[in-house]
């Protein structure tokens, strides 16, 4: 059997403010915007550079339920991980696009990390993995 996660659905405000941070200034491609009529929705799906297989997929929320998880999808805990090959210059490279870092880089075992906060709230951790953590997690 081989699965994968394919698309992390990620709840939005709006679609164009979404796609001018995910794409705008962390550097996302745009994979796909569909418009989704029937729905008065569209199907939006960035990726970050790179061949991850994992995209996002920026669904609009529709109702005051769906409203008030914006930014708090995981009760505040990190939601999402930013794997990358070059972690000084991407951290340098949002710092000067205005992400905003909550936890500064710190050295860990598994690789250098710190933790962003996106448009929302949600929080992100920008990670460059040791080799060892990736061969544990059979990515190396």
Same mark, same amino acid.
Do not use: H
């Given at each position: 059997m081989n699965q994968s996660l394919g698309l992390v659905s990620l709840v939005v405000r709006d679609y164009d403010e979404a796609l001018a941070f995910f794409v705008g200034t962390l550097g996302f491609r745009l994979v796909e915007d569909t418009p989704v009529p029937e729905q008065s929705k569209r199907w939006v799906v960035v990726s970050p550079p790179g061949t991850g297989a994992c995209q +996002? !997929? !920026? &669904?609009?929320a529709s109702g005051p339920e769906q409203e008030s998880r914006i930014g708090g999808q995981t009760g505040g805990r990190v939601f999402l991980f +930013? #794997? $990358? =090959? =070059?972690?000084?210059?991407? #951290?340098? &490279?949002?710092?000067?696009?205005?992400?905003v870092f909550v936890r @500064?880089?710190?050295? @860990?075992? #598994?690789? $250098?990390? &710190?933790v962003f906060r996106d448009l929302y709230g949600n929080l992100w951790d920008l990670l460059q993995p040791t080799a060892s953590h990736l061969a544990r997690r059979g990515a190396a």
């Open positions: +996002l !997929l !920026l &669904a609009r +930013l #794997y $990358t =090959d =070059d972690f000084w210059r991407d #951290y340098e &490279a949002y710092r000067s696009r205005g992400v @500064e880089p710190k050295q @860990e075992p #598994y690789g $250098t990390v &710190a």
